[in-house]
T-cell receptor, first 115, second 116 residues
């Protein structure tokens, strides 16, 4: 079945430390991949997206993600975390069928940042 | 440019009632999609409207319905509310038909529904 797996429900990192959030997908072809962030009480904000081409994509707020086809992964990274990065992060892919489509989301990873 | 606007932001209903949520997309966007977010099931696709027509539908019962107006604003309705309908309902817009594009959606802040 088509799905997105985010194996880490909750991660805590110290401010200034590096971050990697894991995402694995199951899909019949190379999907369009996304990372969204949701701050408490807010909607979803797009961090970055991968459609094709360079497998390392840059996003907003200093985030980047790397697509690895062999591992069916699209992990999100940030070299130095800021306290304002505390939020929930969702990996998603575009489930495309003809002229229809919708986003399939992972269950999310909640990031806490220690001062 | 204003983002996606959802109203109301919070509401409380009792079982058996119905509710209507509203979404105003980004100006110029013609597609509106709705997603339900719950702690247990996560984010799930409800439906998408484009040019006043439902173009795609997720796996939800018929109690969940929606419509889109000529100005692209959309409403979703849930009838005969159940406790399990308590959720954050997110609306997202895109310029064209989302299914024909690459899926880059712009989300509103959501309407949080509590069913007692």
């Amino acid at each position: 079945a088509q799905s997105v797996t985010q194996p880490d429900i909750h991660i805590t990192v110290s401010e200034g430390a590096s971050l990697e959030l894991r995402c694995n997908y199951s899909y019949g072809a190379t999907p369009y991949l996304f990372w969204y962030v949701q701050s408490p009480g807010q909607g979803l904000q797009l961090l970055l997206k991968y459609f094709s081409g360079d497998t390392l994509v840059q996003g907003i707020k200093g985030f980047e993600a790397e697509f690895k086809r062999s591992q069916s992964s699209f992990n999100l990274r940030k070299p130095s975390v800021h306290w304002s990065d505390a939020a929930e992060y969702f990996c998603a892919f575009w489930n495309y069928g003809g002229s229809q489509g919708n986003l399939i989301f992972g269950k999310g990873t909640k990031l806490s940042v220690k001062p | 440019k204003a983002g996606v606007t959802q109203t109301p932001r919070y509401l409380i209903k009792t079982r058996g009632q119905q509710v209507t949520l509203s979404c105003s997309p980004i100006s110029g966007h013609r597609s509106v999609s709705w997603y339900q977010q719950t702690p247990g099931q996560g984010l799930q696709f409800l439906f998408e409207y484009f040019s006043e027509t439902q173009r795609n539908k997720g796996n939800f019962p018929g109690r969940f319905s929606g419509r889109q107006f000529s100005n692209s604003r959309s409403e979703m309705n849930v009838s005969t509310l159940e406790l399990g309908d308590s959720a954050l309902y997110l609306c997202a817009s895109s310029f064209g038909l989302a299914g024909a594009q690459t899926g880059e959606l712009f989300f509103g802040e959501g309407s949080r529904l509590t069913v007692l």
